[in-house]
């Protein structure tokens, strides 16, 4: 089955820079990506999300890149503001597949 | 809130006993899913549904789990003679069927703590 790697598994940027979350798979027939932000005691919500025909994908202070042949794939936030800091997964899904497999999540802290 | 709901959003029971959960998804979502999710983990898949078919169940789903979405609309995950191991974060989702891959919303999650 599918294995996703996630680092680092804590981070702390000073507000107003960018932070990048990488992760790993495991599993060549995944062609979904999705990545989730998780506020304390809060449900997982999608942030972005990227499909394997597509290399890049921008949305306002957030991108997700995708390397298919070294299968990675990484998100990145500008301009980091205090509302950012969460818990962030990555995630996988083969295609004909419903099973998210999740990294194991980046705590992220913005120090104002 | 149209949001995935589910109930109750914390449960404390005693080790054995059997507890209930309950899940209603987006009403015009078909596919419903649960995940389970401990400290400083990712959520982890344990079984999902189209409709009221249950179509894929993880390994993590011992016989002490069962499942069942009887008319299509909510879900109900029992967990008979609980053990301390099972306590954790709960997570309901749910999402439409049209073609590729849908977004999965999650619910709030139901926390367990077994005693």
């Known amino acids: 089955g599918e294995n996703v790697e996630q680092h680092p598994s804590t981070l702390s940027v000073q507000e107003g820079d960018s932070a990048v979350i990488k992760c790993t798979y495991s599993?060549?027939?995944?062609?979904?990506f999705p990545w989730y932000k998780q506020e304390l005691g809060k449900r997982p919500q999608l942030i972005i999300d990227?499909?394997?025909?597509?290399g890049e994908k921008k949305d306002q202070r957030i991108a997700v890149t995708l390397n298919k042949t070294a299968k990675h794939f990484s998100l990145h936030i500008t301009e980091t503001q205090p509302e950012d800091s969460a818990v962030y997964f990555c995630a996988a899904i083969p295609f004909g597949n419903e099973k998210l497999t999740f990294g194991t999540g980046t705590r992220l802290t913005i120090i104002p | 809130d149209t949001g995935v709901s589910q109930n109750p959003r914390h449960k404390i029971t005693k080790r054995g006993q059997n507890v209930t959960f309950r899940c209603d998804p987006i009403?015009?979502?078909?596919?419903l899913y649960w995940y389970r999710q401990t400290l400083g983990q990712g959520p982890e898949f344990l079984t999902y549904?189209?409709?009221?078919?249950?179509?894929?169940k993880s390994r993590l789903l011992s016989d002490r789990f069962s499942a069942e979405r009887p008319k299509g609309s909510f879900s109900t995950l029992e967990i008979q003679r609980t053990e301390q191991g099972d306590s954790a974060m709960y997570l309901c989702a749910s999402s439409r069927t049209s073609g590729y891959y849908n977004e999965q919303f999650f619910g709030p999650g139901t926390r367990l703590t077994v005693l």
């Open positions: 599993d060549s027939a995944s062609n979904y």
């Open positions: 009403s015009e979502h078909n596919r």
């Open positions: 549904f189209q409709n009221e078919a249950q179509l894929e």
């Open positions: 990227i499909r394997s025909n597509v």
